[in-house]
């Protein structure tokens, strides 16, 4: 019998599907828990991801443990949870720039990545402070040793206890041909 639920559509039932015969039509076997065995694997191993995604940006594990990690898991049976940390924390591939004198831009906003990085702190260590020390840096490092193309990624610290940094702008600059 098809689950017309699951697919979005309407299915006007009719008498005519309650027949004697619907019940001996399904598998009503009582001592099958296949089914809702599946349901609970899946709903486990989801929040198995979503468990080790919330760990891994919780605690900022670096990415290379991450895929390690997953690799030992996914060889002791979780063979459906993802290969690699990018996928698991769902890392973006391709994200919108701005072009800008001559200059390629990426924004973060600082408002949402400020309030994004204080929530990770406890609660106490907040209250302890009347005011928030930020800093900012910014310089240049080489993409390429043969190209003139350069990184000016401009950072933001948080001056708690641990102190956090993260970017604020990523840009990229090319030298003019000479």
């Known amino acids: ?3 017309h639920l699951s697919t979005g559509t309407s299915y006007a039932w009719e008498e005519s599907d309650w027949d004697d015969n619907f019940v001996e039509d399904m598998d009503l076997d009582e001592n099958d828990t296949t089914d809702q065995e599946d349901l609970t694997d899946m709903e486990d191993k989801s929040s198995l991801a979503t468990d080790l995604a919330t760990w891994a940006s919780k605690f900022q594990v670096k990415n290379n443990a991450v895929d390690h990690l997953l690799k030992v898991l996914q ?15 769902k890392t973006p591939r391709h994200v919108a720039t701005i072009q800008k ?11 949402q990545k400020l309030l994004e990085h204080l929530e990770k702190y406890p609660v106490e260590e907040l209250h302890n402070h009347d005011t928030i020390d930020l800093s900012f840096n910014v310089d240049g490092l080489p993409l390429f040793k043969s190209s003139g193309k350069a990184m ?3 950072l933001c610290a948080i001056h708690l206890n641990p102190t956090v940094c993260f970017p604020n702008h990523i840009n990229l600059w090319k030298q003019p041909a000479k």
């Open 152 to 154: 000016w990624p401009v």
């Open 101 to 111: 004198s001559g200059m390629e831009y990426f924004h973060y906003p600082l408002h």
């Open 75 to 89: 060889q002791h049976g979780h063979t459906d949870l993802p290969s690699t940390a990018r996928t698991l924390l």
């Open 1 to 3: 019998m098809e689950d």
